[in-house]
Each structure stands twice: as C-alpha cells, then as structure tokens.
C-alpha cells in the first residue's frame, strides 16, 4: 500500500521558518518525483514545486511564487523530502500536500502564519 | 488568476453525463500531452482521476475519461452519481521554466 505522511506544519509568524517532511512507503521513491503542492483555506491547488527523482540527478523546480525562499530535498534512504520554507508570508498560509508523482497524495499539514 | 481556466461550477442529475473543461494555451494543454485530472471532496486530499490527458489509473471508475483538442483539455464523467459531488482540478506540465500548473477548480453538483 501507498502512504504519503506529512508532518511539520504549525504555527509560525510572518518572516519565519518552517520545514515540512513527507515520509513515504510503498512505491519507488528513489526513481519518483515528489511535488509539493498547497491550498489556502477555501481556494484552489497550487503547485508549489517538485524534485525529481535520481534517474533525473534530484533536479528541482519551484512556482514563482516561491522561487527563492522555499527548498525541496530528499533522503532516499529514509524515502523521505523535505520543504524547507523561510522568509515566510501570510498569503503561504495553508494545507500542504505531497505528492509522489502527483499520481499519490499524503492528508496534508496545515501551515499558519500569523503574528 | 489560475494559469487554467475552469468554470467554476457545474450541476447535473443523476445518470446524466457531464464535461467539464479546462483551458490553456499553446504552452501548456496545447504543447504537451500531460494533462492531469483530481477529484477533491471537502476535507480530502485531491484524488487522480486522469493522467497524460486520457490515461486513467487503475481502480478509476471507467465513468471518468479525459480528452483533449488543441488548448481545451476536457474530463467527463457518465452515469452521474452522488458520490461524484465534489471539486474538480486539472493540471497540466508548462514546460520547464513554469513547470506545472493548476486550473481553479470546478464545484460539481449533483442535483
């Protein structure tokens, strides 16, 4: 079976830090890309950006929106990534999703940021 | 503003066949066949309903199909049930500055 579990989220106020983990199971990760992808209370999906897999050298990419303050990594001997978010602003409050190869979806973690 | 445009929502009865759309342009719907469709219930994490524009997982009801002409991707869905109420986004890949990218959603109801 496939499971995707998120972990991290919290409260934190605006210009902070906050790393998200995703820890995986069931499927092959080393080879899979993993997108994080997130949602304010009440909005849409917005991708949030993704590492590739090792057959892809762990290649990265991010959203605008994003670029610059947000990191993806990933261990593949925990089969685990990681959203490291800094410089955090109100509008990135929300549920945070990983998603292996977009195909599989952990519950997502609830990220607030507030003063 | 999404990078796609969905209406945002849709109603049908039960049994009925519904599509919904979704619309992008040459440098994403139009350029490459990875469109991808999710179903989202309130509370619930997006489910995979459609993937390379037409591919359906395994354990996807057969009453989801995807489609797609020139910018327009399109998900239907026949034989309308209850079950189907839900949130609907599509997703497409935008090539490799832009990466991917979300429609707004569409709220199906069912009457």
Redesign the interface.
Known sequence: EVQLVESGGGLVQPGGSLTLSCATSGFNFSDSAI?W?RQASGK????V??IRGKPNSYAT????SVTGRFTISRSDSKKTAYLQMNRLKTEDAAVY?C?GM??F????TLVTVSS | QSALTQPASVSGSPGQSITLSCTGTTSDVGRYNLVSWFQQHPGKAPKLLISEDNKRPSGVSNRFSGSKSGNTASLTISGLQAEDEADYYCCAYAGSRTLWVFGGGTKLTVL
């Open positions: 997108h992808v849409g999906l917005e991708w950006g993704r990419g991010y959203a605008a999703y998603t977009l195909t979806w952990g519950q997502g």
